[in-house]
């Protein structure tokens, strides 16, 4: 089990490093959907449940925030607003419920700043969230023994950095 976890951390890896190079927030969502799936996995088969509860969650909230923005701006944002509650309360719960350990606290401060990432409709901000959350995991994964998570996270890290200079700056220059 350990080598197939380390595999789909590899498949997370891919994933992450992508999505955040996107232009457009749909962009960076797909991407967020496919690498916490992955992590999920991962995580899961590493037995650990908070880790695996908050990325298929994730997942499944990211598809979800996708659907919604493509209905008008007007409804959009309240739909949003109320899904991001819904799972900000279930994040919290199925991490109490799947607590037995420290680090199962970071993974829920995790999902509560995936919360608002993911609320975001600018790319810009999106990354800045992330570059918070993915820190954070770095030490979740070190306390679990995500050895590819935490290559996934650190090069999320740094691929987070080099977007935020290659187009955050050009969207600033254009403005």
């Given at each position: 089990m350990f080598l197939i976890a380390q595999i789909f951390g590899i498949f997370s890896t891919v994933a992450a490093i992508l999505c955040v190079q996107a232009r457009s927030a749909g962009g960076v969502l797909l991407g967020q959907i496919l690498a916490n799936g992955f992590s999920g996995l991962s995580?899961?088969?590493?037995?650990?449940?908070?880790?695996?509860?908050?990325c298929i969650l994730a997942s499944v909230h990211s598809v979800l925030i996708s659907c919604v923005r493509k209905l008008d701006a007007s409804k959009s944002k309240k739909w949003i607003l109320g899904i991001s509650v819904v799972f900000a309360v279930a994040y919290v719960a199925g991490s109490a419920v799947t607590y037995t350990r420290w680090p199962?606290?970071?993974?829920?401060?995790?999902a509560l700043l995936f919360v608002l990432t993911i609320a975001q409709e600018d790319a810009s901000k999106m990354r800045n969230?992330?570059?918070?959350?993915?820190?954070?995991?770095?030490?979740?994964?070190?306390?679990?023994?995500?050895y590819t998570n935490i290559i996934t996270h650190?090069?999320?890290i740094v691929s987070l950095i080099t977007a935020k200079f290659r187009l955050?700056?050009?969207?600033?220059?254009?403005?």
């Open positions: 995580y899961g088969l590493l037995g650990s449940l908070s880790g695996a509860w908050v199962d606290a970071i993974s829920c401060i995790c969230v992330m570059l918070v959350s993915m820190c954070l995991w770095v030490f979740f994964d070190i306390s679990v023994g995500a650190g090069s999320t955050d700056r050009q969207k600033k220059e254009q403005n």
